[in-house]
């Protein structure tokens, strides 16, 4: 191979290299079994209803901007290594309406997370701030809250579901014997689900709860052992 091949080859290959990292650590939205790779991928949805709007950049640096009617029905966006997939808005109840959820727990059980918290504040003054600060004078979940379990089948479960927990969680759990043996914690509630902090400004506002992050833990836990 002379130098100019050589050259050439060299460089075809640091621009496949390039496409492929960019592929596996970037963004991507998946279409059935399709799937587009880009850059700087932003979607916009109305309510629990359709896409409006799907936004990225090619790898040519040319800007997309899709719209209403041109929005294919997207199964899955990865943006910045986290997925967001489509899910029934209400698993339980049927209907046409869904959202994309953040994919909190991968492999062949699924968890989701979901939550918006609505609250009403009250300006106080602070003698430690010398100012007004707001407090939270009322709180409360929008009902919008969705914590679920994906079953291998399709099926959904709500995570923050005593019933679903006892009569179709744990039992599906229990059947793996790597994991029964390993498993030495509960699924039982020792808190409320998606509690609200105290103050505004407090940075654990709608973190995780220790309930929550239980249960995603068993659900990790149970894809590393039962295959």
């Known amino acids: 191979m002379n130098l100019k091949n050589l050259i050439v080859f060299c460089a075809a290959s640091v621009a496949f290299s390039i496409q492929a990292y960019s592929q596996s650590e970037g963004d991507f939205f998946v279409v059935g079994s399709d799937t587009t790779f880009c850059n700087n991928l932003k979607y916009s949805q109305f309510g629990v209803r359709e896409i409006i709007e799907i936004a990225y950049t090619d790898f040519q640096g040319n800007k997309v901007e899709l719209t209403r009617k041109d929005v294919p029905d997207v199964l899955s966006f990865h943006i910045d290594g986290v997925f967001f997939d489509k899910n029934p808005f209400m698993p339980d109840q049927g209907g046409n309406n869904y959202r994309y959820d953040k994919r909190e727990v991968d492999g062949k059980l699924k968890v989701y997370l ?48 005593k019933k679903d927990c006892n009569e179709y969680i744990q039992p599906f759990l229990s059947q793996c014997p790597e994991f029964a043996n390993a498993f030495k914690g509960s699924l039982e509630k020792i808190e409320n689900f998606a509690s609200p902090r105290m103050w505004v400004w407090d940075k654990r506002w709608g973190n995780i709860t220790k309930d929550e992050l239980n249960f995603m833990e068993a659900i990790a836990l149970y894809n590393s052992l039962c295959k």
């Not at 609250?119 to 919008?144: C, I, N, W």
Request: glycine share 6%; net charge positive; proline share 4%.
């Open 114 to 161: 979901s939550q918006n918290i609505w609250f009403d504040t009250l300006m106080v003054y602070s003698a430690v701030l010398k100012k007004d600060v707001p407090v939270v004078r009322e709180h409360g979940l929008t009902g919008q809250y969705r914590f679920f379990l994906k079953m291998p089948d399709g099926k959904y479960y709500k995570a923050n579901s």
